[in-house]
C-alpha cells in the first residue's frame, strides 16, 4: 500500500466530528485524538518541536536549509470533520485502477457514487479512489489535506536535497463549525505567509472567498393563558413563522444562487409563543454588500412585524470572516509562487470564487496571507465523499516544488514563471 493510503485511510478511522453546539473548545476532544497523534508522528520522523497545546493545536517547525533569506511558510489542515454527516466507525474502502463505473458502496447499496451527479470522477478512470461505505462520510475534508502535509514532512526530512526557508505545520481543530482559529498563537506560529490544504479537484488554488456575517433575530410576542388570550396573546412563533415565509424565494437564498451572487440563509430557529430565536448567515463577495443584505432583512422583518402590535425585536450581527482576497491581493507573490509550483508539476492552475470560507479567510486576516490549495477530495461532507490517491500525490509534489520556488526566489526580484 502506497504511503499516503495508508496514512490516509488511517486517520480518517479516527472520529474527529466537531459539534456546533458545544461552547467547549476545540467542541469535541475527541479531535485531540488525531492531533496528539500527529504531533507524535511528527517527533518520530525527527521534527524537534511538535506538539499539541491545550486547545488541541499542532505546531511543529522544520528548519531551514538554505542560508538564504526565505520568508517563513506555513502549511495548515483541519483535524476535524463535519457535523453534517456521522464520522463515526468511518470504514475507508480503496478502489484501485477505477474504470469509470458508478461506485455502490457495500454497507448501503442506496449510496451510489455516480459520474453523472459526480462528473469530475470521469476525469479520474485509472486512479485510485478511496470511498466510506456508505452509512458514514469519509474524512478526506480535511484528513486529506492533514495526510498530504504529513507526507511532505516526511520527504522533506528524508531528502535534504529539497532547499527550503524555515517551514511552519498548522493543525487546527473545528474548522467545520467556523471556529478553527480562535485561539491559534500567531507569535508562536511566526510564520509570513501560509496555505491551507483544504481544495478540491486537482490544479485548483483558492484565493477568493465569501465575506461572511451572523445574524440573530429574536422576537418577542406577547404571552397570556391560552384560555383568556383573546386580544391579549401575540405569538412569536407566529411571528417567526410568516417572517420566515416572507423572504425572497427566488433570490438571495442559497438554494437559488450561484457565482458571485450573494444570499442570507436561515440556518436555525427555535423558541416559543413569548419568544423565538432565528439564526441567519450572510454571505457575499463584495463585504460592502453584506450591510446591504442586512438592511433588507431587518426591512422584511419589520413590515412582517407592523402586523403584530406590541411584539418587539431584536437584531444581532457578527462578523465571521471576510473575502481572503483582500489581503491576498497586497501579497502577489504568495498566489503567483502557488500558481507556478502547479505548473512546475504538469498540471494547469484553476481558481474560482469560493462559496464559503477556509481556516485561510480568517488567517489572511490575522496576519498570514493564506490562499487554499487542492487535495483532491470530493462530495465533501457527505456519505459520497471520495478522493483520488493520485490527486494526493500530486498536491504532495505541489508542496514541494512550492518550497523550492519561494526559496529559489529569495535572491531574485523577479521568479520566472514556468
Not at 455502490?104 to 485509472?126: A, C, N
Not at 409563543?273 to 457575499?284: C, L, N, P
Amino acid at each position: 500500500m502506497k504511503p499516503i493510503v495508508e496514512r490516509f485511510m488511517r486517520y480518517v478511522t479516527i472520529d474527529t466530528q466537531s459539534d456546533p453546539e458545544s461552547n467547549s473548545f476545540p467542541s469535541t476532544e475527541k479531535q485531540k485524538d488525531l492531533s496528539s497523534l500527529l504531533a507524535a508522528e511528527l517527533l518520530q520522523m525527527g521534527v524537534a518541536d511538535a506538539h499539541m497545546d491545550e486547545w488541541g493545536y499542532v505546531y511543529a517547525t522544520i528548519p531551514a536549509n538554505t542560508d538564504k533569506a526565505v520568508p517563513v511558510i506555513c502549511f495548515c489542515s483541519h483535524v476535524d470533520t463535519a457535523p453534517d454527516c456521522s464520522g463515526t466507525n468511518v470504514k475507508p474502502i480503496l478502489h484501485q485502477q477505477y474504470a469509470g463505473q458508478d461506485i455502490i458502496l457495500p454497507d448501503d447499496s442506496t449510496q451510489v457514487i455516480t459520474t453523472q451527479e459526480h462528473p469530475y470522477l470521469l476525469q479520474k478512470i485509472g486512479d485510485d479512489i478511496i470511498t466510506a461505505s456508505g452509512l458514514t462520510l469519509l474524512g478526506a475534508d480535511d484528513k486529506a489535506g492533514v495526510a498530504i502535509i504529513m507526507e511532505f514532512v516526511h520527504r522533506l526530512v528524508k531528502d535534504p536535497s529539497i532547499q527550503h526557508g524555515k517551514i511552519k505545520i498548522l493543525f487546527t481543530p473545528d474548522e467545520e463549525v467556523g471556529r478553527g482559529v480562535e485561539h491559534v498563537n500567531m507569535q508562536k506560529l511566526g510564520a509570513d505567509f501560509g496555505y491551507t490544504l483544504d481544495g478540491s479537484e486537482l490544479g485548483s488554488l483558492e484565493f477568493e472567498t465569501f465575506s461572511a456575517d451572523g445574524v440573530e433575530i429574536i422576537i418577542n410576542g406577547i404571552i397570556a393563558h391560552p384560555g383568556s388570550a383573546k386580544g391579549k396573546m401575540v405569538n412569536a412563533i407566529k411571528i417567526a413563522a410568516d417572517f420566515v415565509d416572507a423572504l425572497p424565494k427566488d433570490t438571495m437564498a442559497p438554494e437559488v444562487t450561484e457565482g458571485r451572487q450573494g444570499f442570507f440563509h436561515p440556518t436555525d430557529i427555535k423558541g416559543g409563543a413569548e419568544s423565538a430565536t432565528i439564526k441567519f448567515i450572510i454571505r457575499d463577495f463584495e463585504t460592502a454588500r453584506l450591510a446591504e443584505h442586512e438592511a433588507l432583512l431587518e426591512e422584511i422583518l419589520k413590515r412582517v412585524m407592523a402586523q403584530y402590535p406590541g411584539a418587539t425585536y431584536q437584531c444581532k450581527v457578527k462578523e465571521q470572516y471576510r473575502n481572503m482576497r483582500e489581503i491576498l491581493d497586497l501579497h502577489p507573490d504568495v498566489v503567483r509562487h502557488a500558481a507556478d509550483a502547479i505548473r512546475d508539476c504538469g498540471l494547469t492552475p484553476l481558481s474560482h470564487p469560493v462559496r464559503g470560507g477556509t481556516d485561510g479567510s480568517r488567517l489572511s486576516f490575522m496576519g498570514l496571507p493564506c490562499p487554499n490549495m487542492f487535495t483532491g477530495e470530493m462530495a465533501l461532507h457527505s456519505k459520497q465523499e471520495y478522493v483520488s490517491v493520485q490527486d494526493m500525490e500530486k498536491a504532495i509534489d505541489v508542496l514541494v516544488k512550492l518550497v523550492q520556488r519561494w526559496e529559489h526566489a529569495a535572491d531574485q526580484s523577479i521568479l520566472p514563471t514556468s
